[in-house]
Nanobody, 124 residues
Framework: QVQLVESGGGLVQAGDSLRLACTAHGRVLSHYAMGWFRQAPGKEREFVAAITWLAGRTYFADSVKGRFTISKDNYNNTLYLTMNNLQPEDTAKYFC?????????????????WGLGTQVTVSS
């Protein structure tokens, strides 16, 4: 089974940028898409962004559209989330996930493997 490991989280000021990375380890049969979700204390986990692995089609939540960019390194099985103009409302634990099949990439139910997350904290 695949193991996903996120990195790059930290404490930043509002307006700063940060890049998260997620590397897949172990047995990886294939990716159809990989995505980023986030969860703040007391709130449900929400969709952030996703990208299809071969075609590179991207999807974004309205709350991050225009500020965040999702990208990938196919050869190294690594997913990135570049976050620009971070705001306090972006504070959350960020998780990456992968799915081998087509579906609704906005739904966490479509993803079968998850990392343990990396914390992003944005101060005002």
């Amino acid at each position: 089974q695949v193991q996903l490991v996120e990195s790059g989280g930290g404490l930043v000021q509002a307006g700063d940028s940060l890049r998260l990375a997620c590397t897949a380890h172990g047995r990886v049969l294939s990716h159809y898409a990989m995505g980023w979700f986030r969860q703040a204390p007391g709130k449900e986990r929400e969709f952030v962004a996703a990208i299809t692995w071969l075609a590179g089609r991207t999807y974004f939540a309205d709350s991050v559209k225009g500020r965040f960019t999702i990208s990938k390194d196919n050869y190294n099985n690594t997913l990135y989330l570049t976050m620009n103009n971070l705001q306090p409302e972006d504070t959350a634990k960020y998780f990456c996930a992968t799915t081998p099949t087509r579906g609704n990439f906005h739904s966490q139910n479509e993803y079968n493997f998850w990392g343990l997350g990396t914390q992003v904290t944005v101060s005002s």
